[in-house]
């Protein structure tokens, strides 16, 4: 009989499936395009990084890279990096404080925000945001998406009961769904085009990942290279973090950076638009 690290070993085994990628390093931002860059940035309390400025060191990685759009899960503490809050003028944070264990929403942009919302998971707090952005040429909406965390942790599978964990996956997982199908039914009502992005707390190959990306382009099977990890769990790496578009859009570039900022890494894609 499998031992409950074995059988979760083979679960992750069958969720994950072959996930290197020969991308190539795609090209520079070009007219028409934008770059788009998110992180579940763990309110900048760092991982393992104790004793560490990670608001400085974050606004260092946003002024060499230089992203037009920043979407950030587990952060609302704006005033931990001035200099990005006085380079993107327009940002909307969302900060559900009348939940205890919320997690905070934050995009900013350099392009106006002519609308914005939330669309208030139930019974969590997790969410998913929206902003329509005023570009020269057209309207864009952005998401960004916090979707249920499975929370399986290294430390808390030796020590849970088979049935307790496969249990508490179920009830993340059910809910993950209902996320999903709420994201899915107001982007589909959308009146301008989408891009999606965010932490999806999913792999690549899961139905809640394709539920809600329903065959929109995925940045890093475009234009990515290698494993593509997002999230490093016990010597085995994860795909969580994702950044969908419009299937007329087009995918310049997309690069995952090894910078060690949360537990996450960051995401970035060069995208350019389509016919308006």
């Given at each position: 009989m499998f031992t409950i690290n074995s059988t979760l070993f083979l679960a992750i085994f069958l969720l994950l499936g072959p996930i290197y990628v020969l991308g190539d390093s795609g090209i520079k931002k070009t007219e028409g395009s934008i770059k788009l860059l998110t992180l579940n940035a763990l309110h900048l309390h760092g991982y393992?990084?104790?004793?560490?400025?990670?608001?400085?060191?974050?606004?260092?990685?946003?002024?060499?890279?230089?992203?037009?759009?920043?979407?950030?899960?587990?952060?609302?503490?704006?005033?931990?990096?001035?200099?990005?809050?006085?380079?993107?003028?327009?940002?909307?944070?969302?900060?559900?404080?009348?939940?205890?264990?919320?997690?905070?929403?934050?995009i900013f942009s350099k392009y106006p925000i002519i609308g914005?919302?939330?669309l208030d998971f139930a019974d969590t707090g997790n969410n998913s945001i929206y902003v329509d952005l005023a570009l020269p040429k057209?309207?864009?909406?952005?998401?960004?998406?916090?979707?249920?965390?499975?929370?399986?942790?290294?430390?808390?599978?030796?020590?849970e009961r088979p049935y307790n964990l496969l249990n508490r996956l179920g009830s993340s997982y059910k809910m993950q769904l209902q996320q999903a199908e709420m994201v899915k039914k107001h982007y589909m009502n959308s009146p301008y085009k989408v891009i999606l992005c965010g932490d999806f707390n999913n792999?690549?190959?899961?139905?809640?990942?394709?539920?809600?990306?329903?065959?929109?382009?995925?940045?890093?099977?475009?234009?990515?290279?290698?494993?593509?990890?997002?999230?490093?769990f016990?010597?085995?790496?994860?795909?969580?973090?994702?950044?969908?578009?419009?299937?007329?859009?087009?995918?310049?570039?997309?690069?995952?950076?090894?910078?060690?900022?949360?537990?996450?890494?960051?995401?970035?894609?060069?995208?350019?638009?389509?016919?308006?």
């Open positions: 393992g990084m104790r004793n560490k400025d990670l608001g400085s060191i974050f606004e260092k990685f946003i002024d060499t890279n230089k992203p037009d759009i920043i979407c950030l899960q587990e952060f609302s503490s704006t005033y931990k990096i001035p200099s990005i809050v006085e380079e993107y003028p327009y940002y909307f944070v969302n900060n559900r404080t009348r939940l205890t264990n919320h997690s905070p929403l934050t914005k919302g939330s057209d309207t864009l909406r952005i998401y960004n998406i916090h979707l249920q965390s499975l929370k399986v942790r290294p430390g808390s599978i030796k020590r792999t690549q190959y899961s139905g809640i990942v394709r539920l809600i990306s329903n065959g929109m382009k995925d940045s890093f099977w475009e234009k990515g290279s290698g494993f593509g990890w997002t999230y490093f016990k010597f085995l790496p994860f795909r969580i973090d994702y950044i969908f578009t419009d299937k007329s859009f087009e995918i310049l570039d997309h690069q995952n950076y090894d910078i060690k900022l949360s537990d996450h890494y960051p995401v970035m894609a060069t995208i350019k638009l389509g016919s308006h």
